[in-house]
């Protein structure tokens, strides 16, 4: 997979690329970041990236120009056009169900805006998809493209060590995770249940389905609906 990033801040990017899983899948080529400077394409002396809102209003928009020209340098550089996405907290909430789909892709072109916003052309002529992280406004978009490439990367096959692990994660089957434990049995009077001291695997996997139901109608209650009207529907 290539992720091609277009942003004001291109350092910001740096460590959390450089740990762990991201670390690895670019290290062993599961996935190529490429990070393009929007301000490297603004053609005036003052390398202007925004302007004053048409109509008036407070802070600046993202100018369509140097945004354009980024976007199409960077598009060139690769046969594949590519997905563009804007993060933006008016696009859809990321969910699980929306990294699987976009792990999927051979393709992403994220795009990170500053300011107040972009000029609406930005979406249209691009034809970009919006994605947000949550009901909460950023300062930019760049925190919420590491987020999307963190979730992204970890799926691609071979990224994480144990090819099982993503399967057991919270959302997939949109439940919650179930409890884990690790030596020892017993750490300041907490003990580990003992159903896990068991060996029984069968008895094992049944406890930790239902501990997944019940943490999910617990703490996520609206998770949990949807959980049992899929049931429902599907029976
Ligand atoms: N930019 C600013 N806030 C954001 C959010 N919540 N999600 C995605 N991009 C953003």
């Known amino acids: 997979m290539r992720i091609d990033v277009l942003t004001l801040f291109p350092e910001m990017f740096g460590s959390p690329l450089e740990y762990s ?71 859809q909430p990321l969910t699980q169900e929306k990294v699987v789909e976009l792990s999927a892709l051979p393709r992403l072109i994220l795009i990170a805006g500053r300011y107040e916003g972009f000029d609406e052309r930005i979406r249209t002529g691009l034809n970009a998809e919006q994605i947000s992280i ?56 907490m003990k580990v249940p003992e159903i896990l001291l068991g060996g029984d695997h069968g008895k094992i996997e049944k406890w930790r389905n239902e501990q997944r139901i019940e943490r999910t109608r617990k703490w996520r209650p609206e998770l949990y609906e949807k959980y049992i009207s899929n049931i429902k529907n599907n029976s």
């Open 134 to 189: 949550g009901d909460y406004v950023l300062s930019g978009g760049e925190l919420a493209a590491m987020v999307v490439i963190d979730a992204v990367v970890r799926l691609l096959p071979g990224a994480l060590g144990d090819e099982d692990s993503a399967a057991d994660d919270s959302f997939s089957n949109g439940l919650l995770e179930y409890p884990q434990y690790t030596r020892p049995e017993e750490f300041r009077g």
């Open 21 to 91: 899983i991201i670390k690895r899948a670019r290290e062993q080529r599961l996935v190529e970041i490429v990070l393009s400077n929007i301000r490297d394409f603004a053609t005036d002396s003052y390398r202007k990236v925004d302007d004053k809102p048409y109509g008036g209003g407070p802070g600046m928009v993202m100018l369509c120009k140097p945004m354009f020209d980024c976007f199409e340098h960077v598009q060139a550089q690769s046969t594949e056009p590519g997905n563009v996405i804007l993060l933006t907290p008016q696009g």
